[in-house]
């Protein structure tokens, strides 16, 4: 058996590693019913990290250790015990502008690790996380950590000291050909876009009963003028049954109409001449 220190850490290699492949299979099957989850990160190895330390992944060839695209949140996680059970957290890093620092976004509860097989934990509050965010781990006391492998493009990020609270930056030193003992399960959020609500079928306005036409009130017959009595052709005799104004049969003169005059009509007769002078004889009549 070889040792190999690197940092502050001291790591053993041992042969007969479990297929890291097959603890995959077993995180992703143990997340079978999550059809809008994503695992990430590889659960296996049997490097032995010995002293209280933060570790992420900065970067992975062959698995992706970082949250995808469209981020969500972080349900579960898995490690791979060997002999030594801890206790150890899953961490979760988010990248700064600075290399090599990165600060905590949530962070599991410590637990102790029951040996000898694939160990997973439920959270009871999801780690919230966005696209890009990196897995770690935190051992605080002996605990398999992680496997060597061929990928120089495989880069661990190791911070020693006491377990940080979230919202803490941390600058980590790395080393090359790592890669961390975690995998966790991305429950990525499924945009379900509504089914429209149709409109509603406008309602055809009632048609209004038609209004008979008003029959129009019948008029009065015109009243017809009264006839004035006839004149007497003969004598020109007004019998004064009307108001309307008499005239001298006579002389054509207006006589007093209205008022309550005795008219006055003369009836002349006339005789034949006699002699050589011609006499009028006649009498007046009065009414």
């Not at 850490?9 to 890291?20: K, N």
């Not at 005795?262 to 050589?276: D, N, P």
Request: some cysteine.
């Amino acid at each position: 058996m070889r040792s190999r220190k690197v940092g502050e850490f001291r790591q053993l290699r041992q042969r007969g590693v479990i297929a890291s492949a097959i603890a995959l299979v077993a995180l992703m099957l143990s997340a079978s019913g999550a059809s809008a989850s994503t695992s990430i990160g590889n659960a296996g190895g049997t490097i032995i990290c010995s002293q209280p330390a933060s570790t992420v992944q900065v970067s992975s060839t062959t698995t992706s250790y970082a949250v995808p695209a469209g981020g969500g949140s972080i349900s579960s996680w898995s490690i791979q015990a060997t002999a030594w059970p801890g206790p150890v957290g899953l961490q979760v890093w988010r990248p700064t502008a600075t290399a090599l620092t990165y600060t905590l976004v949530g962070a599991s509860p410590l637990v102790t690790l029951a040996t000898g097989t694939l160990n997973t934990f439920t959270l009871a509050t999801p780690i919230q996380v966005q696209a890009g965010d990196l897995l770690g781990l935190r051992i605080e006391v002996k605990a398999a950590c992680m496997q060597f492998t061929q990928n120089t493009t495989d880069v661990l990020g190791i911070a020693s000291g006491t377990n940080p609270t979230t919202g803490s930056t941390l600058v980590f030193s790395s080393g090359n050909t790592e890669q961390l003992n975690v995998a966790a399960i991305v429950d990525t959020p499924v945009v379900v876009t509504p089914t429209p609500t149709p409109l509603p079928t406008p309602t055809a306005t009632p048609t209004a009963t038609p209004t008979a036409t008003p029959t129009a009130t019948p008029s009065a017959p015109p009243t017809a003028k009264p006839t004035p009595p006839p004149t007497s052709g003969s004598g020109g005799r007004n019998d004064g049954s009307s108001d309307e104004e008499d005239t001298d049969d006579f002389t054509g003169t207006p006589m007093h109409p209205h008022i309550h005059h005795r008219l006055h009509k003369a009836t002349f007769t006339s005789t034949r001449w006699s002699g050589e002078g011609a006499t009028w004889s006649g009498r007046r009549d009065s009414d």
